[in-house]
């Protein structure tokens, strides 16, 4: 089956760096988008970025110009480097991933288990 593999996460300081890596793994036709959400406690789950297989991305307002979506030539593998972490970046962070699994039609949403990344003042 469909397996998201998410690492990465972890503790740093107000204004340090982290990289989260998510790679798709098993009987998959196609990714056609793919992504990072994350919930922060008391809060609901928010879309971070996405990129598109043809390399279009989006990113929340809150994350422009710190945070970066990227995907390797394979297409099944995203990163998102995250710069500037501030502490309202605190969250677990959760990568999606829509597939296709034949290629006939019908999309599924997959989701890793969560990546924690805690940003201290």
């Known amino acids: 089956q469909v397996q998201l593999a998410e690492s990465g996460g972890g503790l740093v300081q107000a204004g340090g760096s982290l990289r989260l890596i998510c790679a798709a793994s098993g009987r998959i036709f196609s990714i056609p988008l793919m992504g990072w959400y994350r919930q922060a406690p008391g809060k609901q789950r928010e879309l971070v970025a996405t990129v598109t297989l043809d390399g279009n991305t989006y990113y929340a307002d809150s994350v422009k110009g710190r945070f970066t979506i990227s995907r390797d030539s394979a297409k099944k593998t995203i990163h998102l480097q995250m710069n500037s972490l501030k502490p309202e970046d605190t969250a677990v962070y959760y990568c999606?991933?829509?597939?296709?699994?034949?290629?006939?039609?019908?999309?599924?949403?997959?989701w890793g288990q969560g990546t924690q990344v805690t940003v201290s003042s």
């Open positions: 999606n991933a829509r597939v296709s699994l034949t290629g006939i039609g019908g999309l599924s949403d997959k």
